[in-house]
C-alpha cells in the first residue's frame, strides 16, 4: 500500500488525536496526554475502511507513473495549443509539447509567476470555449488583481473525486454529517468540499462562515 497517512483530530485538548502511518514504519501519535500509539496490525485493520478508490490508491507505482506521465503530457500539449501565455513561455525556454517524454522532464518547463497568472484575467487561461465552462471561481484579489478559474463538468466530477479520497482517509462515511464552515463565495474550498463530501454520501450542512454562536448551535443539535 503506497499511501502515506490520513489524520483524525479534534479541536478539544482533550480529544485523541491519532497519525496512522505506513505498517512498515510504525506509528507515532504526538498529542499531548492522550497520545498513544497504533500498532501495524491495528493498521491493517483500518486500512480497508480508508480507501476511496481502491484501483487508483492501491495501484502499483509503474501503473501510477504511467498515468502521471499519460496527464502530464496531455496537460502539456492542451496548454500549449490553447492559452497563449504558456505556449509563449514555452517557446521562450525553447520547450516544445513532444519533448515531454519522460516525468524528469517537467523540469524542463517554465515556472509561472502570480504576476502572470494575474495579467490574464478574467479568461485568458481558459483551455476550452467558454461554453464548456459550468462554473467560476477566484482568488479574493486581496493583494491584487483576482485570478480566475473555470470548471467544466469533467473538472469538477475529478475534484470531487480527489476529495472523496482525502476525507475517506481521514475516516468520513455516508453515515457522517459534516457542517461546512468555509465561505460559499468565489473562494473555492466550500465547493470542493461540498462535491467530494456529497460523492462520499455524507449528509452535509452548508452553513459556511460566520455566526460562531450559530455554527455551535448546529453542531450540538445536528450531532
Known amino acids: 500500500m503506497r499511501w502515506a497517512r490520513c489524520f483524525l483530530f479534534s479541536f478539544d485538548k482533550d480529544c485523541d488525536i491519532l497519525l496512522f502511518n505506513h505498517p512498515r514504519a510504525g506509528v507515532a501519535a504526538q498529542t499531548g496526554r492522550n497520545a498513544r500509539t497504533i500498532k501495524p496490525e491495528a493498521w491493517k485493520e483500518r486500512t480497508h475502511l480508508a480507501i476511496w478508490n481502491r484501483e487508483i490508491e492501491c495501484a502499483k507505482r509503474s501503473d501510477i507513473e504511467r498515468i502521471q506521465l499519460e496527464r502530464l503530457q496531455q496537460t502539456v500539449r492542451r496548454a500549449y495549443d490553447h492559452v497563449p501565455m504558456y505556449r509563449d513561455k514555452m517557446i521562450s525556454a525553447g520547450v516544445k509539447p513532444s519533448d515531454i517524454r519522460t516525468l ?6 517554465p515556472l509561472t509567476s502570480k504576476t502572470e497568472l494575474r495579467e490574464q484575467y478574467p479568461f485568458k487561461l481558459l483551455a476550452v470555449p467558454m461554453r464548456d465552462i459550468v462554473r467560476i471561481h477566484a482568488s479574493s484579489g486581496t493583494t491584487g488583481q483576482p485570478i480566475t478559474a473555470g470548471y467544466t463538468r469533467g473538472d469538477l466530477e475529478l475534484w470531487a473525486e480527489c476529495i472523496a479520497r482525502i476525507v475517506t482517509a481521514g ?20 465547493f470542493g468540499l461540498h462535491g467530494g463530501l456529497e460523492k462520499v454520501g455524507a449528509a452535509i450542512v452548508p452553513i459556511s462562515s460566520g455566526n460562531t454562536e450559530r455554527q455551535i448551535n448546529i453542531m450540538r443539535d445536528f450531532g
Do not use: E, N, R
Open 104 to 109: 524528469k522532464d517537467i523540469a524542463k518547463i
Open 171 to 190: 475516516g468520513v462515511t455516508a453515515d457522517d454529517i459534516a457542517q461546512i464552515s468555509f465561505g460559499y463565495t468565489l473562494f473555492t474550498g466550500a
